[in-house]
């Protein structure tokens, strides 16, 4: 059974960093993509960043503030968040999607405030 377990939200200050972790269990991040969505309340679940074998992709509104990476060892994947604004109040869901079967994996997600 895949699972995914997020870490390292909490509350900061506007300007502030945070690294987000995404552990996987129950299959290699490696031959998936990996991906990092948010939502806020009362909003729709959003896509934030990306990575594969192929590189890393980016919403626009994440672009040069956020770096996604990957431990394929650790199989973790991690979401460092610099220059903190509170639009990016959310909760943070990361996802796996097998490449071979298509499917797809959720964590149960974890919280961001950030106060102005």
């Known amino acids: 059974q895949v699972q995914l377990v997020e870490s390292g939200g909490g509350s900061v200050q506007a300007g502030g960093s945070l690294r987000l972790s995404c552990a996987v269990s129950?299959?290699?991040?490696?031959?998936?993509?990996m991906s990092w969505y948010r939502q806020a309340p009362g909003k729709e679940r959003d896509f934030v960043s990306g990575?594969?074998?192929?590189?890393?992709r980016y919403a626009d509104s994440v672009k040069g503030r956020f770096t996604i990476s990957r431990d394929n060892a650790k199989n973790t994947v991690f979401l460092q968040m610099n220059s903190l604004d509170p639009e990016d109040t959310a909760m943070y869901y990361c996802?796996?999607?097998?490449?071979?079967?298509?499917?797809?994996?959720w964590g149960q997600g974890t919280q961001v405030t950030v106060s102005s």
């Open positions: 990575i594969n074998s192929y590189g890393t």
């Open positions: 129950g299959y290699s991040i490696y031959s998936s993509d």
């Open positions: 996802k796996c999607r097998r490449n071979y079967y298509g499917d797809n994996y």
